[in-house]
């Protein structure tokens, strides 16, 4: 299904793209995660992926 609302596109991408990472074992958790859903550290770290970017570790 093609979006062609940028207003919508923008926001789906926003949280498709807006992962959080966490800084001990590295699971990636929603964006909205508060604490990792792996190892429940609160230490997490926002990503921010772009066009066209590969997957970092
Ligand atoms: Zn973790």
């Known amino acids: 299904m093609p979006l062609n609302d940028p207003e919508l ?3 789906v991408m926003d949280r498709k793209l807006n992962k959080k990472i966490c800084r001990r074992c590295g699971a990636i958790n ?5 604490k990792c859903r ?3 550290s609160y230490d ?9 970017g ?3 570790k």
């Open 9 to 11: 596109m923008r926001i």
């Open 30 to 34: 929603p964006y909205r995660a508060i």
């Open 38 to 40: 792996r190892c429940k």
């Open 44 to 52: 997490l770290r926002p990503r921010k992926l772009r066009f066209g």
């Open 54 to 56: 590969k997957k970092i």
